[in-house]
């Protein structure tokens, strides 16, 4: 089953302003000096022989525009989408761009959640529907949040415990409903955080295949560093988490890939740059220049096979994945094998920037993780679709922050796509969408 993605021609809301900003007009483009044709900062750039040349982008120029804060925490987990937000540093590019970028190595997406909202981090690598849940507060106290940018696409996995293969013979997603069905006992299926990406993907994939994550199987939080181990002693049959763990699990012997999530939707929305909305109404051009940086480090990464390879080995360091470089390069570079015997060449692997579509915050992608949590129970009436997402992404900063590193910007702020059921959506009429699913919760 074939996902497809399109961006339709009418645009659905207006996206010229985010709440709290003013449009950027043409005078206001020109009066931010540092969006222009500045030259580069070469040497700020030339970290360990990394960075090849990037066309044309300005560094900031002090005054108006100038980074209110010198430097700022990022928080991350451990997973080949921290990327962009590790190589911003690594490369200079923050410091082009006025600030330092300081990365924050967190052990869950619980804590990132906490130290967002207590201020001990200032930005986060976040999961876009943690971010949604957290304003509208399905995991905590309700706290104003900010979607500034996507980090990346796709690149993330479901994978079965290698005992479901050997003992039922389970290969896929029909098999998989057809052992549940003969095998009548508990089944345990881990996400990493409950209103997350991987939570939403893994529900939505085994519904497609007529099961109930909450009535014919058991649904846990693990964080992704903690998948691996905890199905080696056996305490799961199946995860959805981001790379590398994944490829982890297949590499140890342990699991086998059932699905990936470009499988379920291609080039789906994953993981966003998010912060408070106080802190970016506080310090704007410090968001901004924040997200102009990870824009450049995302084109950058996108770049070219060889910088794919350069940045999976500076993240596999133990301060930031902790892992063989070649786990994480070998699915970065859409090379994929699922530890049954089949190997190929994924079309849809991850990326970061393609030139810029993975980037901007659509207000379609954050809707579809509202009618996720509807239709899970996770929200128990209808939100006001478009307007929770025209609060929380950021678009006006975001086109500011794209014309600094000269990204193109889309035509719409929806886009249309098809996922693995023939579903298609565009975000016109999610209220239909979010209740027009036969399994829900």
């Not at 509202?370 to 006006?396: F, M, S």
């Amino acid at each position: 089953m074939k996902a497809a993605d399109k961006t339709p021609g009418k645009c659905h809301a207006d996206y010229s302003s985010t709440p709290g900003q003013p449009a950027l007009t043409a005078a206001g483009a020109r009066r931010r000096a540092w969006l222009g044709n500045a030259a580069r900062s070469a040497a700020g750039l030339a970290a360990g022989g990394l960075l090849s040349p990037l066309p044309g982008s300005g560094a900031w120029a002090a005054g108006s525009d100038a980074p209110e804060k010198a430097e700022v925490k990022i928080g991350f987990i451990p997973l080949t989408d921290c990327a962009s937000v590790v190589m911003a540093g690594v490369l200079g590019l923050d410091k082009k761009h006025g600030v330092k970028i300081v990365p924050s190595k967190e052990a869950s997406w619980a804590s990132v959640r906490e130290k967002l909202v207590t201020g001990d981090l200032d930005f986060a690598h976040a999961l876009y529907g943690m971010i949604y849940g957290m304003h509208l507060g399905l995991a905590g106290a309700a706290t104003k949040m900010a979607v500034l940018m996507g980090l990346n696409q796709n690149g993330q996995g479901i994978t079965l415990s290698r005992q479901l293969h050997e003992t039922a013979g389970v290969t896929d997603g029909a098999s998989l409903k057809k052992a549940m069905s003969a095998a009548k006992r508990p089944y345990t299926f881990a996400q990493t955080f409950p209103t997350g990406t991987h939570a939403m993907w893994l529900y939505y994939w085994l519904a497609a295949y007529g099961i109930d994550p909450f009535k014919d199987a058991r649904a846990i939080t693990v964080p992704p560093p903690q998948m691996v181990a905890n199905m080696r002693i056996g305490a799961m049959d199946g995860f959805c988490v981001g790379e590398p763990w994944n490829a982890r699990a297949i590499a140890d012997g342990i699991g086998f890939g059932a699905a990936t999530t470009q499988d379920i939707w291609a080039d789906h929305p994953e993981k966003v740059l998010g912060t408070r909305a106080d802190f970016a109404r506080k310090y704007p051009n410090t968001a901004r220049a924040v997200t102009a940086a990870i824009l450049e480090a995302s084109r950058w990464i996108d770049s070219s096979a060889e910088n794919m390879r350069k940045t999976a080995q500076t993240i596999a360091a133990k301060s930031y994945v902790n892992t063989q470089a070649g786990l994480i390069e070998g699915r970065m570079l859409g090379e994929y094998r699922n530890g049954l015997g089949r190997a190929w060449k994924d079309k849809h692997a991850m990326r970061f920037h393609g030139d810029g579509a993975v980037n901007f915050p659509y207000l379609s992608d954050g809707m579809w993780f509202l009618t996720q949590h509807k239709r899970w129970g996770l929200l128990h009436k209808h939100p006001d679709y478009l307007a929770v997402a025209g609060e929380i992404n950021h678009i006006g900063l975001y086109k500011e922050a794209a014309t600094a590193a000269s990204v193109p910007l889309p035509a719409a702020p929806m886009r249309s796509s098809t996922l693995m059921d023939g579903k298609t959506w565009d975000g016109s009429n999610p209220a239909a969408y979010a209740d027009g699913f036969a399994v829900h919760g």
